[in-house]
Every structure is written in structure tokens, then in C-alpha cells.
């Protein structure tokens, strides 16, 4: 019953900023982990950042740690993606997942937003 709809992707210069969100639906998502992945053209989907809901701990990858940001909102609920110094690199379609408690891989995916960095 999870479902995940994102938003926010669009045409941005290098430097700029974008905030992505993913809309939560659900009666189990405050036990899951959030995540973004994305994914460039010939290339593999990667992990960008994730964030448990319940205790925000988060965690990020490499190429994008200092630069992007994950967040969530319990209210909406919406979990973001505030993604600051952008490059081109980062130009990819960008996927919000989210996985269940006890749960190692993440089952539940939004239908992914268009990011584009130009240069």
C-alpha cells in the first residue's frame, strides 16, 4: 500500500540548486527507510542518499555528500531531496524507494523525476 510519487526535476545550470520531494501514501511508511536513487543515461541506477523515517538518521553517497541534503516531512508526509552546487554528473532520472522494516532491499519505487544539469 505504499506508494511514492515524485516531483521537482527540471532544467537547472551548473551551480544551481533543485529540490526534489516524493509524496508518501501509506499506513507503514514511519517505520521504513526513505531513499533516492538515480539513474543516467547508460548507466546503472545508483544510490544517492536515504533517511530512516523515525529517527532521521541519513546517510549519503560519496559524490554527493556537502552537496545534497535528504529530508522528510511528517505532515504531508513528503521526504526531499535538496540538492545544492549541481553538476552535470548529477544529470540523471532520480528515483524515490523506500524499504520496510527488517526489510534489505528496497521494494517500493516512485516513477522517478527527470534531473538535468547543463553546462
Known amino acids: 500500500q505504499v506508494q511514492l510519487v515524485e516531483s521537482g526535476g527540471g532544467l537547472v545550470q551548473a551551480g544551481g540548486s533543485l529540490r526534489l520531494s516524493c509524496a508518501v501514501s501509506?499506513?507503514?511508511?514511519?517505520?521504513?527507510?526513505m531513499a533516492w536513487f538515480r539513474q543516467a543515461p547508460g548507466k546503472e541506477r545508483e544510490f544517492v542518499a536515504r533517511i530512516m523515517w523515525s529517527t532521521r538518521s541519513t546517510s549519503y553517497a560519496d559524490s554527493v555528500k556537502g552537496r545534497f541534503t535528504i529530508s522528510r516531512d511528517n505532515a504531508k508526509p513528503t521526504v526531499y531531496l535538496q540538492m545544492n552546487n549541481l553538476k552535470p554528473e548529477d544529470t540523471a532520472v532520480y528515483y524515490c524507494?523506500?524499504?520496510?522494516?527488517?526489510?534489505?532491499?528496497?521494494?517500493?519505487w516512485g516513477q522517478g523525476t527527470q534531473v538535468t544539469v547543463s553546462s
Open positions: 501509506g499506513q507503514t511508511f514511519r517505520s521504513y527507510t
Open positions: 524507494a523506500a524499504r520496510g522494516l527488517y526489510v534489505l532491499s528496497y521494494d517500493y
